[in-house]
């Protein structure tokens, strides 16, 4: 499989971005699933969905997309780096920092909880 080009990123980006914002409302739960910690602990590979009207959507091909974290196919997960503090919430948390910034709004427009599951 072939790496996107810069063209092709910025593309991704910009439809993962408006499709987020279409099925994310401003203040949902997100919710993860810790599929795999890799052995020295300071990897982790996590799923992320959302619950809406009674559907459940994955949206880890779009935070890919849209934040830059790289998927792994194997466990259907994004691999997240680091330790000390809970990952899944950093992912939720840099998504809602981003998506804030982009949109120029302040923190009570977006407030988004996170779930481990």
């Given at each position: 499989?072939?790496?996107?080009?810069?063209?092709?990123?910025?593309e991704?980006?910009?439809y993962?971005?408006?499709?987020?914002d279409?099925?994310?409302?401003?203040?949902?739960?997100?919710?993860?699933?810790?599929?795999?910690?890799?052995?020295?602990?300071?990897?982790?590979?996590?799923?992320?969905?959302?619950?809406?009207?009674?559907?459940?959507?994955?949206?880890?091909?779009?935070?890919?997309?849209?934040?830059?974290y790289?998927?792994?196919?194997?466990?259907?997960?994004?691999?997240?780096?680091?330790?000390?503090?809970?990952?899944?919430f950093?992912?939720?948390?840099?998504l809602?920092?981003?998506?804030?910034?982009?949109?120029?709004?302040?923190?009570?427009?977006?407030?988004?909880?996170?779930?481990?599951?």
């Amino acid at each position: 499989m072939k790496r996107p080009t810069k063209k092709e990123k910025l593309e991704n980006k910009i439809y993962a971005e408006g499709r987020l914002d279409e099925i994310i409302d401003r203040k949902i739960c997100i919710h993860s699933i810790i599929r795999h910690v890799s052995r020295s602990g300071m990897t982790r590979h996590i799923s992320f969905f959302i619950i809406r009207n009674g559907n459940v959507w994955f949206i880890d091909n779009l935070i890919s997309d849209y934040l830059d974290y790289r998927p792994n196919k194997r466990y259907d997960a994004l691999v997240v780096g680091g330790c000390g503090m809970d990952m899944a919430f950093s992912v939720v948390n840099n998504l809602q920092e981003t998506m804030k910034q982009s949109r120029n709004t302040t923190y009570l427009d977006y407030h988004f909880t996170s779930q481990i599951v």
